[in-house]
């Protein structure tokens, strides 16, 4: 498909558990960034891959959270040993390297991954 | 420092009224301006941006916005309002001064629910 896509669409897991939660962007997008939406809550940034870069991982919440993109295109989020207060829908975007032109700068986001941590 | 602000928590409107949702900003420079809409159980999906020029844009299913620099304010608004308009809407800035190539710095409100009432 055209849009970004994620996986699973849910997941529920049991604290202290691992879990791997995976993007696909949109093809050509250079940027790719991972949010997390709380219950009532804004978008929180989590990460964010453009290009060859090094990650900014200042959004983070902790070392138990971790990224990568492979080949530049798919991206996984990982959270070891979860806790309950990780459960959140956890929302992928893409985009084209920013501008300062007209073109660009909006992201395209995926469907998101509601975790569920019991 | 950089902040976005939706006043207004839910907006309630009748069906084929105007609606309006609140966005005033605050940035260091000039920023680029950014509307995007999450219908139920679906992902974030951009409506509109400011970028440069005239003021109002408009974008996607009939949606405008107006920049109003003065009143650094960023409302979205529809002349008439359907049912299926019933989502939570975001308002996002980016600091102009900030350069290229720094998409991450995109900084979100935390959503106006907004519920067209038949």
């Known amino acids: 498909g055209a849009g970004v896509s994620q996986s699973p669409s849910n997941k529920v897991t049991e604290k202290g558990k691992d879990v791997e939660l995976r993007c696909d962007p949109i093809?050509?997008?250079?940027?790719l960034y991972w949010y997390r939406q709380s219950l009532g809550q804004g978008l929180e940034f989590l990460i964010y891959?453009?290009?060859?870069?090094?990650?900014?991982k200042s959004g983070l919440p902790s070392d138990r959270f971790s990224a990568e993109r492979t080949g530049g295109s798919v991206s996984t989020l990982t959270i070891q040993r979860t806790q309950q207060e990780d459960s959140a829908v956890y929302l992928c975007?893409?985009?084209?390297?920013?501008?300062?032109?007209?073109?660009?700068?909006?992201?395209?986001f995926g469907p998101g991954t509601r975790l569920t941590v019991l | 420092a950089q902040s976005v602000a939706q006043p207004e928590d839910q907006v309630n409107v009748a069906e084929g009224n105007p609606l309006t949702v609140k966005c005033t900003y605050s940035?260091?420079?000039?920023?680029?301006l950014f509307w995007y809409v999450q219908y139920p159980n679906r992902g974030l999906q951009f409506l509109l941006k400011?970028?440069?020029?005239d003021n109002l844009v408009k974008g996607s299913y009939g949606f405008e916005a107006e920049f109003n620099k003065s009143q650094t304010s960023f409302h979205l608004k529809k002349p008439s309002a359907l049912v299926s308009d019933s989502a939570l809407y975001f308002c996002?800035?980016?600091?102009?001064?900030?350069?290229?190539?720094?998409?991450?710095?995109?900084?979100w409100g935390l959503g106006t629910s907004l519920a067209v009432n038949p």
């Open positions: 975007a893409s985009s084209f390297l920013w501008t300062s032109g007209r073109l660009g700068g909006e992201q395209f």
């Open positions: 093809s050509g997008h250079t940027a």
């Open positions: 891959f453009q290009g060859n870069s090094a990650p900014d």
């Open positions: 940035v260091s420079g000039n920023p680029y």
């Open positions: 400011y970028i440069t020029g």
């Open positions: 996002a800035v980016r600091d102009r001064a900030l350069g290229a190539g720094n998409n991450r710095k995109l900084i």
